[in-house]
């Protein structure tokens, strides 16, 4: 293997959702390939027909794309290694299954399936490990069952399934990446089914002639397919392959460090999605589950660049990480913050121009949408939402009249006297030149001085009819932004309504 091109790959079943345990694992295939010059590919794991849904690849490719997740080889995106769809495989599993047989590393098995749930109970009352009780393990192979039987049950055209011999007394050793050496005795592995009834191959056979195929230097994927390590090197061994190298990842666990469920909160990447967490904050969250940059290291935002400079197996620990959305919140703000305003920008417009044919338009659409005036919103209110959608539905009141104003603000600080004192200050901005922060503060405070009132007792309702609600940003710069014409608008408008009990 030494020198040879590293190549990884995320071999995902389609059954409908990217799963964040899945997002992570083929982040760090992704992140370990791109750090080594490497290639990474998908492989679609669809030998059970049974889970598989329609579209689901797709989605899983355009949801690791989002994710800046790019393979170099997939079923979207061809290779020298293709199919990469298992399903369009089978005649190159049926070869390799054939050669087994041959080779006495595998054998038909005719035991229905009442047969073999019998034998289980049976074995469990015993306190016995659930394992295939070989009925069909020919004599030659060591069984009881004649090969004339088993001619006879082939020539029937009886269903069966192929099972690998596994050998007995041996025992099989790797050294996995993450968690060093570990060895497994043959006597706890079953005779696994290698070929199921319906002419698909098993999980484990599939993934390991595709495995050896398509040439992956490296196995990154999660713990919970530690158990299946002796059957896949007892294949490489039938076969006289060389074992690429693995590294089994952490589990994800739930806040209460139970595994992570579905039942404690959302599971699926596009969950998140939906939400409105961005592809950034997502990557830098999954890639901190199990794996840091080291001792000493505060850093905890990186972006995908930083991180394939950063990342190696070495440093994916083995304990179960932590699923901690609070982190994952912290995490989009830390972006919504430091975020270039462009790129805002660019990202809030169609939300904003999709609300707008929806809502009543009270300000020019050009002017609304326009990227200065954008950029002036998410400079006013980025310090303040969770969500890039948050600058177009929390901060609404920078692009549509308020439809209704807050109830207990309105209680609290309008009083008899508002009505008559906003209007008056009305016309002290309608005579303004200036509509800046700075003039409409002074004006405001020139205003009130010389009636030996607080600027308060106008700021307040000022925002309530400008925005509706009795927070928000500065209020002279949302003056400001929103200008001069709606703020005006707005007043009239406000005092009316509130007059009418609004
Ligand atoms: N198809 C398996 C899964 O859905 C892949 C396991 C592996 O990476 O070998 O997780």
Known sequence: MAGQRVRTRFAPSPTGYLHVGGLRTALYNYLFAKRMNGDFVIRIEDTDQSRKVEDAEKNLIGTLEWAGIIPDESPVHGGNYGPYVQSQRLSIYRDYCNQLLEDKNAYYCFSTSEELEENRQLQLKQGLQPKYNRKWLPEDMGGSMPESEIRKKLD??????????????????????????????????????????????????????????????????????????????????????????????????????????????????????????????????????????????????????????????????????????????????????????????????????????????????????????????????RERVNFENEFVTFSSYFFFEPDSYEQEAVQKRWTPETPGLISEFATVLEAADDFTAEAIESALKAFVAPKGLKPAVLIHPLRIVTSGVSFGPSLYHMLEVLGKETVLRRIARGVERIGQGA
């Open 156 to 381: 029937e055209g009886a269903p069966y399934v192929v099972r690998m011999k596994v050998p007995d007394y041996v025992s099989v050793w790797f050294e996995d990446i993450i968690r060093g050496p570990i060895e497994f005795d043959s006597s706890t592995i079953d005779d696994q089914v290698l070929m199921k009834s319906d002419g698909f191959p098993t999980y484990h056979f599939a993934s390991v002639i595709d495995d050896h195929l398509m040439e992956f230097t490296h196995i990154i994927r999660g713990e919970e397919w530690l158990p299946s390590m002796p059957k896949h090197l007892l294949l490489y061994e039938f076969f006289g392959w060389e074992p690429p190298k693995f590294a089994h990842l952490p589990l994800l666990l739930n806040p209460d460090r139970s595994k992570l469920s579905k039942r404690q909160g959302d599971v699926a990447v596009e969950d998140y999605m939906r939400k409105g967490f961005s592809n950034d904050a997502i990557v830098n969250f999954v890639a901190l589950l199990g794996w840091n940059e080291g001792e000493g290291s505060e850093q905890e935002v990186f972006s995908m660049n930083e991180l394939i400079q950063k990342f190696s197996l070495e440093r994916v620990g083995r304990a179960g990480a932590v699923f901690n959305v609070e982190k994952l919140t912290w995490l989009e703000k830390q972006y919504i913050k430091s975020r270039p305003v462009e790129k805002i920008v660019s990202n809030i417009k169609p939300l904003l121009l999709e609300e707008l044919k929806q809502r009543p338009v009270e300000m020019p659409v050009d002017r609304i949408s326009s990227d200065a005036y954008l950029g002036k919103v998410v400079d006013l209110m």
